[in-house]
């Protein structure tokens, strides 16, 4: 059978469309972004954890730079991403808001147009992964199997792993639809050039007793399987370790221990490309919903971080979001960076990592997760994503208490766009010695903290050693910079 031939660009086949360009020049076209650190969260390393609020094309840009400077370096040595995962907006034209009818993104580039907009992406994406990183790109049934082909391009057919099913359930199918009911996600899988991968595995309970189960006659629980490919000595050396079970028409078949606990069986199953047992966001805790749209399961990160990455690797998501991305890769120990444009969404990520302590462990699903946070930065792009004042208007009091010697905040009124009164207020943040230049946390207040104290905030004077700077956050992600004086 004759291949086909291939055409101007020397490739057998490609996705065509209007105003598509080389990767050459979509590298060559991209200035970076100059970024301004504008928070600390403890002190932090350059190339350490880094949350990202501009445009990610020049941001990514910025990234690869820092890559060549040898910023951006793994546990193990290797320069670049290990694991990057985005899920990207779904050219749905819509827009999303959160959970208060608060502006998240728009999600309005549809077509030829998000193609390339993710591809341009891509093409960056690829510069900054290690040799052995790989790339997870979250979609859904609209543009999957076009931005598959645009993937074989830029990372090449041969470095394609997986096409993961999320197959998360739980939305029934309309009596008129007409169509079968749409109740999963594509995750493309492609590596650089190698990849690391380790084997994920999940755990059934089955009641003793239930088919397919038996007891020997020390105890033990097993399940069994035929004798496949094992030769006649590895049938004998099993046999020694009491592995091997004898059918009633003498045929061998291997035995496999399972775990007890109480009345059930636990049985270790080897994950495939089809993941049925995770929830949508629908469906997770209260505790773990943040109230931004399109937030994803903690549980599906911490798959595909553990699946592809190991202890202090850097992780990647360049369309942040909610943060998932991030809360997983700090809670399995892995440097991650974040990148997104919406001020919600920072505002989001900032809160759910200051609440991580006594949240849900990923390694130990009965035990809480006790850390403490490791420190990291939030930049801004210099050109202006974010003003620190938009809007907001805030009523207080600074004053000291001499019998207690603290300083206390009253916040007595605040207003920001589209809302008044303290249901607006989200978060308050204090640095007890701004430095006039970058903020530095040393309080965190959330707003149920701000309720349960009737919004009074109380410090030791103690604790002030030069300016205090006070940031107020309203439910929308914007921000009051305001530089107390403490009378």
């Known amino acids: ?90 050219a749905t034209n819509l827009a999303f808001k959160g959970r208060k009818n608060q502006k998240a993104y728009e999600d309005k580039i549809v077509g030829a147009e998000f193609v390339e907009f993710l591809r341009k992406r891509l093409v960056l994406l690829k510069e900054l992964l290690t040799d052995d990183g790989s790339i997870f790109v979250h979609l859904d049934w609209k543009k999957a199997h076009y931005v598959k082909v645009i993937m074989d391009e830029v990372f090449g057919e041969e470095n394609f792993l997986n096409d993961i099913v999320w197959s998360y359930g739980g939305r029934g199918a309309k009596a008129k639809a007409g169509q079968f009911s749409r109740n999963h996600d594509i995750i493309l899988w492609y590596q650089k050039k190698t990849h690391l991968f380790n084997q994920i595995f999940t755990q059934k309970r089955i009641k003793k007793g239930a088919s397919g189960f038996r007891e020997d006659s020390e105890g033990r629980w097993f399940k069994t399987s035929p004798r496949g490919d094992y030769t006649d000595s590895s049938i004998a050396a099993l046999k020694k370790e009491g592995r091997i079970y004898l059918t009633k028409n003498g045929s061998i078949r291997i035995k496999y221990f399972l775990k007890e606990d109480g009345d059930c069986l636990i049985e270790d199953k080897l994950i495939g490309d089809v993941w049925d047992d995770i929830p949508d966001a629908m469906h997770i805790s209260e505790d773990e919903k943040t109230g931004y749209p399109t937030q994803k399961p903690e549980a599906l990160l911490v798959r595909i971080i553990k699946a592809a990455s190991n202890k202090g690797d850097i992780i990647l998501d360049a369309f942040a979001g909610a943060g998932t991305t991030l809360v997983a890769a700090e809670k399995l120990g892995r440097a991650w960076i974040g990148i997104d444009s919406g001020g919600l969404s920072v505002h989001t990520i900032e809160t759910r990592l200051l609440g991580l302590n006594d949240t849900k462990d990923p390694e130990n699903p009965k035990k809480r997760y006790l850390k403490p946070l490791r420190p990291f930065s939030v930049f801004e792009s210099v050109e202006g994503c974010c003003e620190k004042d938009s809007g907001i208007k805030v009523r207080s009091r600074y004053l000291i208490d001499e019998k207690t010697n603290d300083c206390v905040i009253k916040i007595e009124g605040f207003k920001s766009a589209g809302a008044s009164g303290h249901e607006a207020l989200s978060s308050v943040m204090v640095d007890f010695n701004f430095d006039g230049d970058v903020f530095n946390l040393h309080k965190f207040y959330s707003a149920k903290e701000l309720r349960e104290t009737g919004y009074q905030i109380r410090f030791p004077l103690s604790m002030v050693k030069g300016e205090v700077m006070v940031i107020y956050s309203d439910i929308h992600g914007n921000e009051r910079w305001y530089l107390g004086e403490i009378v």
Not at 32 to 52: D, H, R, W, Y
């Open 1 to 90: 059978m004759r291949r086909p031939p291939k055409n101007g660009n020397g490739k057998e086949y490609e996705l065509v469309y209007p105003a598509k360009e080389t990767g050459k020049k979509i590298v060559a076209s991209i200035e970076p972004a100059q970024l301004e650190k504008i928070k600390s969260f403890g002190n932090t390393l350059s190339g350490s954890n880094l949350l990202v609020r501009g445009e990610n094309l020049s941001a990514l840009m910025t990234l690869i730079k820092m890559k060549e400077k040898g910023l951006l370096k793994n546990a193990d040595g290797t320069h670049g991403i290990r694991v990057i995962y985005i899920d990207p907006p779904f």
